[in-house]
């Protein structure tokens, strides 16, 4: 019977204790992964949990939101070349011992690689580490990394259906959490409704070639020939190769006078206010968030068939093109351009219907949280 009382009292004081969570990524160089981690970290219920942060250095742009946060922050490197494996592992043990100071029951890694030795090191030192796979990518030279990385992982996260059937078909450690979003900060914007006739396009993304803004160009190409008054404005770092490339296809195609680039944009809600339509074209997507806060926003949206565009979207296949096709894109730019005041305002009802069924940041928390106590149990 004492022994009963005993394993009751560690039961109700394990239940009380804060569950203590070190987030980790790489740096907040850029804003995508990392507001998607502070977005959870600072909506956990802090009666139950304990969120830590551990990044590699204090540079970045967004690296002075998180330390607003008042959420604790840890700095250090803690991955390592494998390469020799023995010197790997030695390494591994080492940042082991760094990770049992920081006394966290759970590391959840928003790295975006394959990289495993993170998860070994957890491991050697007795926490269970889980990661979201933020990507569509698996294969190649990277497979055998990842296999590790998942082997390693008490649980995954993916953030869209195809991921579980591509990569994870079959095992038990995989949760569907779809990406949340802030949706009252972008369901108040107002709208700019445009008085000049130009009919403006949007896209907002980090310009790598994945991105196929090209596709987008060709079609505007078409468009500005047929006579209509149109416009298109390119949210995103245009100082890289990509961004440079696609500079000189707007000469090519003489629209310099109907594109312009805006780099990258810490905030790009007041393109969003002005915007006819938002156009994500793209080979691969896991959870483009820009779709998400358009969606919110109020402005149409047309998307290449990519697994994470699919995840957003539902039924909205009218919205959905063939990233090659650019007549079907053509079309259906023209689609929405013809929609009447009445059809369009029933459109960005239904896209914010979806948003706040599927996609707001309460439900990723709340998944989240369930995640947590789950393999903490």
Same mark, same amino acid.
Request: proline content about 2%; some cysteine; overall charge positive.
């Given at each position: 019977?004492?022994?009963?009382?005993?394993?009751?009292?560690?039961?109700?004081?394990?239940? &009380?204790?804060?569950?203590?969570?070190?987030?980790?990524?790489? *740096?907040?160089?850029?804003? #995508? @992964?990392? !507001?998607?981690? /502070?977005?959870?970290?600072?909506?956990?219920?802090?009666?139950?949990?304990?969120?830590?942060?551990?990044?590699?250095?204090?540079?970045?742009?967004?690296?002075?939101?998180?330390?607003?946060?008042?959420?604790?922050?840890?700095?250090?490197?803690?991955?390592?070349?494998?390469?020799?494996?023995?010197?790997?592992?030695?390494?591994?043990?080492?940042?082991?011992?760094?990770?049992?100071?920081?006394?966290?029951?759970?590391?959840?890694?928003?790295?975006?690689?394959?990289?495993?030795?993170?998860?070994?090191?957890?491991?050697?030192?007795?926490?269970?580490?889980?990661?979201?796979?933020?990507?569509?990518?698996?294969?190649?030279?990277?497979?055998?990394?990842?296999?590790?990385?998942?082997?390693?992982? &008490?649980?995954?996260?993916?953030?869209?259906?195809?991921?579980? *059937?591509?990569?994870?078909? #079959? @095992?038990? !450690?995989?949760? /569907?959490?779809?990406?949340?979003?802030?949706?009252?900060?972008?369901?108040?914007?107002?709208?700019?409704?445009?008085?000049?006739?130009?009919?403006?396009?949007?896209?907002?993304?980090?310009?790598?070639?994945?991105?196929?803004?090209?596709?987008?160009?060709?079609?505007?190409?078409?468009?500005?020939?047929?006579?209509?008054?149109?416009?298109?404005?390119?949210?995103?770092?245009?100082?890289?190769?990509?961004?440079?490339?696609?500079?000189?296809?707007?000469?090519?195609?003489?629209?310099?006078?109907?594109?312009?680039?805006?780099?990258?944009?810490?905030?790009?809600?007041?393109?969003?206010?002005?915007?006819?339509?938002?156009?994500?074209?793209?080979?691969?997507?896991?959870?483009?968030?820009?779709?998400?806060?358009?969606?919110?926003?109020?402005?149409?949206?047309?998307?290449?068939?990519?697994? #994470?565009?699919?995840?957003?979207?539902?039924?909205?296949?009218?919205?959905?093109?063939?990233?090659?096709?650019?007549?079907?894109?053509?079309?259906?730019?023209?689609?929405?351009?013809?929609?009447?005041?009445?059809?369009?305002?029933?459109?960005?009802?239904?896209?914010?219907?979806?948003?706040?069924?599927?996609?707001?940041?309460?439900?990723?928390?709340?998944?989240?949280?369930?995640?947590?106590?789950?393999?903490?149990?």
């Amino acid at each position: 019977m004492a022994n009963f009382y005993v394993s009751k009292f560690k039961r109700l004081a394990s239940q &009380s204790k804060r569950i203590r969570i070190l987030f980790t990524i790489p *740096n907040f160089d850029t804003a #995508g @992964s990392g !507001k998607a981690l /502070l977005n959870i970290a600072t909506r956990l219920n802090l009666e139950k949990f304990e969120p830590h942060i551990l990044c590699m250095h204090e540079r970045g742009e967004y690296y002075n939101v998180v330390k607003k946060s008042n959420i604790p922050v840890h700095i250090g490197t803690y991955t390592t070349s494998m390469r020799p494996i023995f010197e790997g592992l030695i390494k591994c043990w080492r940042i082991s011992r760094k990770l049992k100071a920081i006394g966290a029951e759970i590391i959840h890694s928003f790295h975006y690689s394959a990289d495993y030795s993170e998860a070994l090191a957890a491991r050697l030192a007795g926490i269970r580490w889980i990661y979201t796979k933020k990507n569509m990518n698996w294969g190649g030279s990277s497979r055998n990394a990842w296999n590790l990385r998942s082997f390693l992982a &008490s649980r995954i996260v993916a953030q869209n259906s195809s991921m579980i *059937n591509t990569f994870f078909k #079959g @095992s038990h !450690k995989v949760v /569907l959490i779809p990406r949340g979003l802030n949706e009252q900060e972008f369901l108040s914007i107002e709208r700019e409704i445009s008085t000049d006739g130009v009919f403006r396009l949007l896209t907002v993304a980090n310009l790598t070639p994945v991105k196929r803004v090209e596709t987008i160009l060709f079609a505007l190409s078409k468009l500005k020939a047929s006579g209509i008054f149109i416009t298109f404005h390119i949210v995103g770092d245009n100082g890289t190769d990509y961004g440079r490339y696609l500079e000189q296809q707007v000469k090519f195609l003489d629209i310099s006078d109907v594109v312009e680039f805006f780099g990258k944009q810490f905030n790009p809600k007041d393109f969003y206010r002005k915007a006819d339509v938002f156009i994500l074209s793209s080979l691969k997507e896991s959870s483009p968030v820009a779709l998400l806060e358009a969606m919110a926003a109020g402005v149409p949206v047309l998307s290449s068939r990519t697994a #994470g565009a699919l995840e957003i979207m539902g039924d909205f296949e009218d919205q959905l093109f063939l990233i090659d096709d650019v007549n079907f894109l053509i079309d259906r730019i023209l689609w929405i351009f013809q929609l009447t005041t009445e059809e369009k305002a029933q459109l960005i009802s239904r896209q914010r219907e979806r948003i706040l069924t599927h996609h707001t940041i309460a439900l990723e928390v709340e998944r989240h949280e369930e995640l947590y106590r789950t393999i903490t149990r």
